[in-house]
């Protein structure tokens, strides 16, 4: 099959690794897979592997709604001429279908949706003005139940609707150190054997609620426990962060790293995974901390409860209930307890959330879609949403 992923940009960011990851694994089975992304912004431009005809295509937009980059778009399109189109997210889609239009061409539209909560008005009146994009995709693939029936309730629904789980590569998030190994890392981040060390892998944004797990590690110190903080990321609230940490008298046991390519060696490195976010779909960040084996505690938003087995492979607490999430990383605190439940989230990441699944269903899905009916020149290249000609 002959390919075209689209991004807004190719900026650090679970939407964007996830088709680069899509990319990449689709071209090494030998499909011809092509990247165009809106905005120039090239993070990760260098993870892209792309193979023999495969091209990369930046439409270098200027504004919101670039039009010169739009039809740089459809003259890309024309030329290459995919069978299918797989925007990531909503604002991809809506170039990837206009374009689609210009260029009097039919492949197959596809839009893997990575979000559930959009608030704010600015953000509500987007949704709105996607709808119609939504509408006439051939087909939305959510990353869990809970969104796409978030989605189903908000009329945000496609012609066909798929849930793919996320997955991630479990051989090479798997953590393989020693005990004389983990103890090297820990104390060279500054760590001893006795400190509780609690992780969260997250860009430092207010979705990301970071100071709620600030304050759950001031109270559990308050308890005794020799816990400290070990935030992987960076974003625009590292500085409230950090102020937050101060006043509440513990800015030396919490550890921002700033943002790291490879968060492996942090994950080793820590006792426990927090994910205390406000709004999510099914963290990526949560997947790969459950295949390195360590205990997961997850606020009870988006896709968790299809994610964490409650009790087994991780727990759960009420979303911004502090109290909830101190009195969850206190059970933790136990070795054998984190051990045990480290183990099931382990299993639960090789069998459930695997990359190589993940990749299949898609390969499925693009098969069925490319073959489901011939590709025939639209006769009209501009048509409104929903109000296609053939």
């Known amino acids: ?93 809506m170039y990837a279908t206009l374009a689609r239009r210009l260029s009097r061409l039919r492949p197959r539209v596809v839009v893997t949706y990575h979000s559930t909560r959009s608030p704010g008005l600015k953000e509500q009146a987007k949704l709105l003005a996607y709808r119609p994009f939504m509408w006439s995709a051939d087909c939305a693939v959510f990353v869990c139940q809970y969104q796409r029936h978030y989605c189903a309730r908000r009329v945000l629904l496609a012609r066909r609707n798929a849930v793919i789980h996320n997955g991630v590569d479990a051989q090479r998030f798997c953590d393989r150190s020693d005990v004389a190994a983990r103890r090297a890392l820990r104390t060279a981040l500054g760590y001893a054997d006795s400190d509780y060390v609690v992780a969260m892998v997250a860009a430092l944004r207010a979705e990301k609620n970071h100071r709620q797990l600030v304050e759950a590690i001031a109270r559990l110190r308050v308890l005794g426990i020799a816990a400290k903080a070990l935030l992987v990321g960076d974003g625009p609230l590292r500085a409230e962060v950090e102020s937050h940490a101060r006043a509440l008298a513990i800015d030396r046991h919490v550890a921002i790293t700033g943002f790291r390519a490879d968060v ?15 709004t999510e779909a099914l963290s990526l960040s949560a997947i790969e901390a459950m295949a390195m084996a360590r205990p997961l505690v997850h606020s009870q938003v988006g896709g968790a409860a299809e994610l964490i087995d409650a009790g087994r492979t991780g727990l759960l607490f009420p979303v911004g209930d502090t109290h909830a999430l101190v009195e969850c990383l206190l059970r933790l605190a136990n070795c054998e307890a984190a051990r045990q439940m480290g183990a099931a989230a382990r299993g639960a990441a090789e069998s459930t959330f695997g990359q190589e699944r993940m990749v299949d269903r898609y390969e499925q899905l693009m098969s069925a879609l490319c073959k489901s009916q011939p590709l025939v020149p639209l006769t009209h290249a501009m048509v409104l949403p929903g109000k296609e000609r053939y």
């Open 1 to 93: 099959m002959r390919l075209m992923f689209v991004t807004g940009s190719l900026a650090h960011g679970g939407a964007e690794h996830h088709s680069v990851v899509l990319t990449n694994r689709l071209a090494e089975r030998g499909h011809d897979c092509h990247v165009v992304y809106v905005k120039p912004a090239h993070d990760q431009l260098e993870r892209l592997t792309v193979r023999g005809t495969g091209s990369v295509l930046c439409l270098g937009a200027r504004c919101y709604l670039d039009l010169a980059a739009m039809r740089r778009f459809a003259a890309h399109l024309a030329s290459i001429r995919p069978a299918a189109l797989i925007a990531a997210n909503p604002y991809a889609l």
């Open 264 to 278: 492996r060696p942090y994950l080793t490195a820590c006792d426990a995974v927090a994910v205390c976010s406000l």
